[in-house]
Nanobody, 127 residues
Framework: QVQLVESGGGLVQAGGSLRLACAASGGTLSNYAVAWFRQAPGKERAFVAALRRTGGITYYADSVKGRFTISRDNAKNTVYLQMTSLKPEDTAAYYC????????????????????WGQGTQVTVSS
């Protein structure tokens, strides 16, 4: 399985921006569907965004559509989550995930569809 390490989290004021990165090793990310999930204290892990393995098709949760962008740099074997217009309700631990076989939105939005996970990075948005 590919190993994933997230970075880029931090404290930001509402309306600000952050870019999260997820660096992979032990595998080539272009061969995987990749996704970002987030988990706030006391809540279940929730889908944020996904990038299909082929074709560059992206998927977003309604709560982040138009504000967040998922992308992949194959040369760096890294996936990014650009977050803009951040809101206090975006505060959570953010996790990247990858899977070689996950396909379709029904899979992408479900944490159980992904075999490889990073350790998470904390994003805190102050009001």
């Amino acid at each position: 399985q590919v190993q994933l390490v997230e970075s880029g989290g931090g404290l930001v004021q509402a309306g600000g921006s952050l870019r999260l990165a997820c660096a992979a090793s032990g595998g080539t990310l272009s061969n995987y569907a990749v996704a970002w999930f987030r988990q706030a204290p006391g809540k279940e892990r929730a889908f944020v965004a996904a990038l299909r393995r082929t074709g560059g098709i992206t998927y977003y949760a309604d709560s982040v559509k138009g504000r967040f962008t998922i992308s992949r740099d194959n040369a760096k074997n890294t996936v990014y989550l650009q977050m803009t217009s951040l809101k206090p309700e975006d505060t959570a631990a953010y996790y990247c995930a990858a899977d070689a076989f996950c396909s379709g939105y029904g899979c992408y939005e479900n944490p159980s569809g992904f075999a490889s996970w990073g350790q998470g990075t904390q994003v805190t948005v102050s009001s």
